[in-house]
């Protein structure tokens, strides 16, 4: 079985990590779609500050991912026709837009299942980004003593 789930994936943290590793477990092949710059730049205000390619890079290197494919529309039909997915794994932010509405009818007219997880409300990168900024603002104005 293929197994298949996408994201943007910038900042790649423990909650990644808890997604890719239980999407493993429910197949023999796991795939995992990578949002290109322009594609996030389309829906989100916070916009990767890490490049598409060195995303992809991390995650052809962990041991649970055997694949890492991008995509440069915001559409999965294509992907998972390629590649015969079985199960598409996704957030509980799904949502009903119409990419993922025509994505639902696809895997639904081919017997296909999707799998709904939640997130580990413990961290996100847009939490990271946060956390980096309130971090750099608070030494900014910190004064140092020199003795």
Not at 31 to 48: F, I, M, R, T, W
């Amino acid at each position: 079985m293929i197994i298949y789930t996408v994201g943007t994936f910038d900042l790649l943290h423990v909650g990644h990590l808890a997604l890719l590793e239980y999407c493993k477990t429910l197949g023999d092949k796991f795939v995992v779609g990578v949002a290109s710059d322009e594609v996030v730049n389309s829906y989100k205000l916070n916009v990767p500050v890490i490049p598409l390619s060195q995303r992809m890079e991390m995650l052809k290197a962990l041991k649970c991912v055997d694949a890492v494919v991008s995509y440069d529309e915001l559409e999965y039909v294509t992907n998972c026709k390629e590649l015969n997915i079985d199960i598409f794994v996704i957030g509980e932010d799904w949502g009903d837009k119409p990419h993922n509405i025509a994505v639902e009818k696809y895997l639904k007219s081919e017997g296909k299942k999707l799998v709904q997880v939640s997130y580990n409300p413990k961290t996100s990168s847009t939490k990271i980004k946060q956390n980096v900024i309130a971090q750099t603002q608070k030494t900014k104005y910190m004064t140092y003593t020199v003795v």
